[in-house]
């Protein structure tokens, strides 16, 4: 009885730390690549239209939405010990296909969308990119 106790006086020590942030973001840069199927089938470099994308991160609730589409993400902060504290977030479904860093502290991000890479059908792939933002906590 008594490690029940002691369990339930930790959760608000937990819930403490997980405050919900809400970002948004404005594209700076872009780049990928788009699998040609007509000539060769091959990755063809390809200009990428920058985009703006918003941002909520809540651990195992967090979510992005970008180009009116929602992906729910699983984001958790780690620390490296050059640049200081980062908020990694992957797809919440377990697929590989989007990864997102952000540095709270500078307000800057990456986004690299892969579903492309990562299908074995040679006739259909999606482009593979990599997006840099500007964030801004709000």
Known sequence: MKKL???ISLIPATLEGQAT??????GTNAAGFNWNTEEG???ESTRI??????LKIDGANSHL??????ISLVCE??????????????RSNG???????????NGQAALSQLGGSI???TFYRELVTTQLFECEAI
């Open 41 to 43: 089938y091959r990755w």
């Open 77 to 90: 902060e780690y620390a490296n010990e050059i640049s200081g504290k980062f908020i990694s977030c992957t």
């Open 65 to 70: 939405t970008l180009n009116s589409e929602d």
């Open 49 to 54: 239209p920058i985009k703006g994308l918003m």
């Open 5 to 7: 106790f002691w369990l």
């Open 119 to 121: 299908t074995p059908n």
């Open 95 to 105: 697929l590989a296909y989007d990864f997102l860093v952000l540095n709270p502290t």
């Open 21 to 26: 942030e809400f970002w948004t973001c404005q």
